[in-house]
């Protein structure tokens, strides 16, 4: 199957530090090659992939200083794809909704992977109209705010398998990955490491619209305490040590995550989560098995003095079986499939 992965030009794919959607794009791409599909990856042009690499701008813009706005590149790219839609049996975009007016007549031999938040009230119109485009969510949680559109499954992230190992030892550190913002809570990981006694790593990116929240709450917070330490972003290579030599990882989210990746990066690790009940957290963690689900930060408290009675090579299997991105890979050529025998005058074809 000849395949088009359409990614978001912001960051590069794999994403140098920070950059969950790209990750995964990256992730999905390289299986799908593995697995003998030809595969064409729209990105920026310091990607790094074994597919075919169609470079829309030079480097990630969120590297580039000159470009601010990333609208103007999305229609770029658009065209990009447009011109060389008929090569393709199935345009699969990670770009929101960018493309829904572009490809609107040839919406059933395209996929489009909602990686956001969809409990925003100014999108509901959008998707009402343009509700024949082939949508896949990365939650089921995710999905529930949505008008009816034509859902065609839900598919959790996947990486691969030897990405991270099992670390059966851990150190005696909780771990914070991930960004500083309000919605993420780095707030309450603080107070839990301060109630359970034990120190608290935080290894998290602080964007511009987060900066004030970052100066005038958190840094205040972290210079207080003897438990916890700000590390920074870090890259992917830096990931194993950091989160498998936590003895847990804190996710006490405040907002309806729509799948939260640094889970099962934990769980790959064998290191267990101890989450706030939301978004997506009851579908991708197994309470009392990969980790405890928490209401607040008591439960949290507790369930980090109970982590031991944890198997971390339980929380690995766990990985295995859910999470590899081979399973996520064919899963999507599942839907691929499915779609084109709906229509099956594959684009080649109709050329």
């Not at 972290?222 to 950091?242: C, D, M, P, T, W």
Request: glycine share 6%; hydrophobic share 45%.
């Amino acid at each position: 199957m000849r395949i088009a992965q359409i990614a978001p030009l912001v960051e590069s794919v794999p994403p140098k530090l920070y950059g969950g959607t790209e990750r995964v794009v990256s992730w999905l791409t390289e299986e799908l090659v593995r697995q003998g599909h030809e595969v064409t990856l729209f990105a920026s042009g310091d990607s790094i992939t074994n597919a075919e690499l169609d470079p829309v701008v030079p480097r990630a813009l969120r590297l580039d200083g000159q470009m601010q706005n990333s609208v103007w590149y999305n229609l770029l790219m658009l065209e990009r794809v447009a011109q060389r839609a008929t090569e393709f049996d199935m345009l699969h975009f990670h770009i929101d909704f960018f493309q829904f007016p572009v490809f609107r007549d040839i919406a059933n031999r395209t996929l489009t992977t909602l990686h956001g938040r969809l409990d925003l009230p100014e999108i509901q119109p959008l998707y009402r109209v343009f509700n024949r485009a082939p949508l896949v969510s990365i939650s089921n949680s995710q999905r529930e705010p949505m008008p009816p559109v034509n859902w065609r499954g839900t598919i959790y992230h996947g990486l691969p398998a030897d990405q991270f190992h099992l670390v059966e030892k851990p150190k005696d550190y909780l771990a914070f990955l991930g960004r500083i913002s309000p919605e993420k809570n780095p707030v309450a990981a603080i107070a839990i490491a301060e109630r359970a006694g034990l120190p608290l790593k935080i290894a998290a990116k602080v964007d511009a619209a987060d900066r004030e929240y970052y100066e005038t709450i958190v840094a205040p917070l972290i210079a207080r305490s003897r438990h916890v330490e700000y590390i920074g972003e870090i890259n992917e290579a830096q990931k194993q040590l950091f989160l498998g030599n936590a003895r847990a990882l804190l996710f006490p989210i405040d907002w309806p995550e729509p799948f939260g990746l640094v889970m099962i990066e934990a769980m790959a690790c064998g290191t267990p989560i101890v989450a706030f009940n939301r978004g997506s957290v009851p579908e991708v963690i197994e309470n009392g098995r990969s980790g405890y689900i928490v209401k607040n930060i008591d439960q949290a408290v507790d369930a980090v003095n109970a982590i031991g009675a944890l198997s971390r090579k339980n929380i690995r299997a766990c990985f295995d079986l859910r999470y590899c991105s081979a399973v996520m890979a064919a899963q999507y050529v599942d839907i691929y499939r499915k779609l084109l025998s709906e229509n099956p005058v594959t684009a080649r074809e109709a050329a």
